[in-house]
């Protein structure tokens, strides 16, 4: 069975740092890209980034672009979200997702998604 | 960027009959070289995360219940349930996934009449 489980949210002060964990099994973690996902409380889904199987390619929307890394350790089968810079309106659960099939990470839709978890950013 | 637009907002449909969720993207995402249109439907219930229910617009993913279907191509796009469910209360956001940023519609809100 997949699971994708993840840890790392708090309250934070805009400007600070914060590293999401996701950690992941049941799956060929090297062989699928993951993605994070945000959403605003009561508002819509917002693709933030997305990381190809063996880790050499990234991808991030532009309202996240260096301020946020995405990175994974396929030994330990952890996909991270590094956030710097952080501002109020990053405040979202962030989700991480799993693609569905092989190939470029960004040309597939998400079949499994971890259960979120909840940063805030307020002064 | 491909700007996915969701109709209605929001619907109230009677328990037993159908819904029908349009979604429109700002460009095509059917890719000629593999037939395919990179379009996926979610489903999310509150305090959830989505879970999908159709990928390559109209293939249903394992699991799905089968009054849940789509259609559409190229730029027009539907999810329609038929026989509503109490179940299917949710929100239902389309998906694009031709190119980079991936966007979402806005959602539409489903509600029993």
């Known amino acids: 069975e997949v699971q994708l489980l993840q840890s790392g949210g708090k309250l934070l002060q805009p400007g600070g740092s914060l590293r999401l964990s996701c950690a992941a099994s049941?799956?060929?973690?090297?062989?699928?890209?993951l993605s994070w996902v945000r959403q605003a409380p009561g508002k819509g889904l917002e693709w933030v980034s997305a990381?190809?199987?063996?880790?050499?390619?990234?991808y991030y929307a532009d309202s996240v672009k260096g301020r946020f890394t995405i990175s994974r350790d396929n030994s330990k089968n952890i996909l991270y979200l590094q956030m710097n810079g952080l501002r109020v309106e990053d405040t979202a659960t962030y989700y991480c997702?799993?693609?569905?099939?092989?190939?470029?990470?960004?040309?597939?839709?998400?079949?499994?998604w971890g259960q979120g978890t909840l940063v805030t950013v307020s002064s | 960027d491909i700007v996915m637009t969701q109709s209605p907002d929001s619907l109230a449909v009677s328990l037993g009959e159908r819904a029908t969720i349009n979604c429109k993207s700002s460009?095509?995402?059917?890719?000629?070289?593999?037939?395919?249109?990179?379009l996926a439907w979610y489903q999310q219930k509150p305090g959830q995360a989505p879970k999908v229910l159709i990928s390559?617009?109209?293939t249903r993913e394992s699991g799905v219940p089968d009054r849940f279907s789509g259609s559409g191509s190229g730029t027009d796009f539907s999810l329609t349930i038929t026989s509503l469910q109490p179940e299917d209360v949710a929100v239902y956001y389309c998906?694009?996934?031709?190119?980079?940023?991936?966007?979402f519609g806005l959602g539409t809100r489903l509600e029993i009449k």
């Open positions: 997702a799993k693609v569905s099939s092989y190939g470029p990470v960004t040309k597939s839709n998400f079949d499994h």
């Open positions: 049941g799956f060929m973690f090297n062989n699928y890209g």
């Open positions: 990381i190809s199987g063996n880790g050499g390619t990234s």
């Open positions: 460009q095509s995402v059917l890719l000629t070289s593999t037939t395919k249109n990179y």
């Open positions: 390559w617009a109209s």
């Open positions: 998906q694009q996934y031709y190119s980079t940023p991936i966007t």
